[in-house]
């Protein structure tokens, strides 16, 4: 049976929600170790400090100073891989981003930035 | 019928948008100082440019990914760190640049001190970038840049023995001081093929809605936008050899760039020199900050496009508000704008390794490209330029400290 | 007794045999479906790539890449799920001879 390829066609990828909007990338990948049965996949991460344990201890380090500076807390978001639809050229997830961590900073800035300026807001294309 | 358009409005895009402040200035010392002899650095990366920018539309639309994605996925976040970096610290200097290149072109035309016109530039460009869409800011500012055509008419209107530009497309030995020579040859190449602009042109086939039937427009649009853009490159080249090398002047700062086209054109001469630098600086300042935001949200996974309102990829649409704001201080500080283009134009040549390279592997990967990996002479074009642009790496600083003026 | 691991912090690493060997290192994890229907995938194999100059310079991607497009005769090792002790995620084991496992298959 064709299984898939979790660092070539999962890790990375661009993620997806139902409706196609963009909600980073599949920055981690969490395996079950159980006994006597295979690992089991149980979920994508996304958030920077994910990213951030990847590169190295000394970024991880970096991106934990910047939070604490910003007062900010790090926002990792955990998808449960049942929500994983398809793998293609994105990874589209069966959830709606909006429900996530995943565009708390988007938000944060549409709310607090981009709607107050003119022009920010309106119907979805210009 | 639709599609010769695209074509024609392609080609006419990278004609009106090759010219920028790298070019100007790199053209113009390379003649002021060398005659026609730098010629072959023009036609180099005229050609080197085509060929990157033909792989990363033809990446772009046979995987409906671009060239960032595809850095991303395919070699993970480790590697990917480099052309990050690399490109947002080579990008931010070349958006100062192309901002302090319209704030002179202002300068000159009205007196006002060129600091004084950086956040006035600066709001300008956000805003067309805030409320226009990608053929508003791609098609417009390189339509107007075909202003820039003004140079193959004043190079024809000086005479030049065309036979010597001829020969000066072939690489000779300096008559003197070599390291300049080289340093402005490596100077010129980092004007034309920089990251920035084939990064932009992958994310704009997306934007685009290229697929595999836009290939020949691709291929099309590539070749032709890059030879008559390097054309024109080549004519500043040639104006300056003709006009500064005689009077033996060098051109250290871009208000003695003012004369070029006077002896051919008269005061209108000074007029279109004028108009060339500011549009074509204010295209670029445009291009360079979305390129950015892509860099950033292509290689993070944020929501993009610039045919979204702002409000729909807010990341995106505040990394460019940023990156325009940042790299207006720079010119607002009173920064030397011409020395800020050599380091600017050096250091784009010295980074092209961390993307040239992985392009080579991307474009035979065939879960990437399908059918239309690489052919023999494709391989060997791209490969030849990875090799150059690793020689260029281990040149540059040397050059920049021996040749850097 | 679960444990979780970081499958992007296990890419990479270098596996090694009962007797302390380099192996190779950890460069995918194939998975399928558990049963059919249910959501939920399961670890099958795990590909280790034997090094070389090659992997070195451009990692597991470029070595795929020229064996798709040269034919160059692929390096590496697939092991089964079952072959691979991840008790100490940071120094994962096989825990049989290399011998004992099935000879090398093609990588993808």
Redesign the interface.
Known sequence: ????????DV?DAQLVDRTRQKMGRA?????????G??????AV?VGGS?LA??VGRWMSALSSGVLRILHAESAVTRVP????RVIGSCVELDLDAGTTNALRTEKWLDDHVVCRIPGGAGAERK | MKKIAEVALGVITGIGGFLEVGSLATSAQGGAEFGFQLGWAVLLGSVSLMVLMEASGRLAAVSNRTLVDQLRE???IR?FLAPLVVGLVVSLLVLSSEIGGVSLALQMATGVRFQLWALPIAFLAWLLLWRGTFSLVENGAAMLGLVSIVFAVGAAALHPRWTSVGAGLLPTRPAHDTARYWYLAVSILGASISPYLYMFYSSGAIEDGWTTEDLWVNRVTSALGNIFGGGLALMVLVVAALVFLPRHIHVDAYEQMGIILTPALGHQGFVFFLATLGITCFGTTLEIALAIAYLLAQGLGWQWSENMRPSQDSRFSVTYTAVILLCAIPILLGVNVLGLTNISMVLTAASLPVTVVPMV?LM????VMGKS?NGLVANLALIALAVMSCAILLAAFPLQLLGGG | ?????????L?GRMVRDPAGRRVGRI????????HPGS???????FHLSTGGLVEAL?????A??LT??FGRRPTGLVIG??DLD?SDAARPRLRRPVAEIAPPAKE?
Do not use: S
């Open positions: 049976m064709k299984g898939i390829c979790l660092v070539h890790l920055d981690g990948l969490v395996i079950e170790i159980r006994d049965q295979p690992p089991r996949v149980a991460l994910i344990e990847r891989f049942e929500r994983v | 395919r070699f993970g590697f592997v035979n990967d065939r879960d990996v | 007794m679960t444990r979780e691991i970081r499958v992007d912090l890419e460069r995918e994890l194939i998975a399928e479906v558990a959501g939920e995938y399961v670890v099958r194999e451009g990692g597991a991607h470029l795929r890449v798709q497009r799920w079952q991840l993808r």
